[in-house]
């Protein structure tokens, strides 16, 4: 089963960029998207930006594992 979490684009240089994944942040590889731009959403798997998603459907991803987490479903230590 593979797991692709929701980040917010903080920062770019070069391939990579600082993605805020709920209050953590992480350097991620967005090689696959050569357009994305700061302030974007994208959803990352295993580091590596996949795809570019709306805020909207970036927030609703975030809410249910909000609530996975809150429910001791998922720790946020093991997808982040």
């Known amino acids: 089963m593979c797991l692709a979490i929701p980040g917010k684009i ?3 240089e070069e ?3 600082m ?4 209050g953590t942040q992480k350097k991620i590889v967005v090689a696959l998207l050569p357009k ?11 580091g590596y930006a ?3 998603i709306s805020h909207e459907a970036a927030q609703d991803s975030l809410t249910a594992w909000k609530e ?3 429910e001791g479903l998922v720790a946020k230590e093991d997808y982040v």
């Open 19 to 22: 993605a805020d994944f709920a």
């Open 10 to 12: 903080l920062s770019l």
């Open 15 to 17: 391939h990579f960029a």
């Open 68 to 70: 996975m987490i809150s």
């Open 36 to 46: 994305i731009q700061i302030g974007e959403y994208v959803i990352v798997h295993a």
């Open 50 to 52: 996949i795809e570019k």
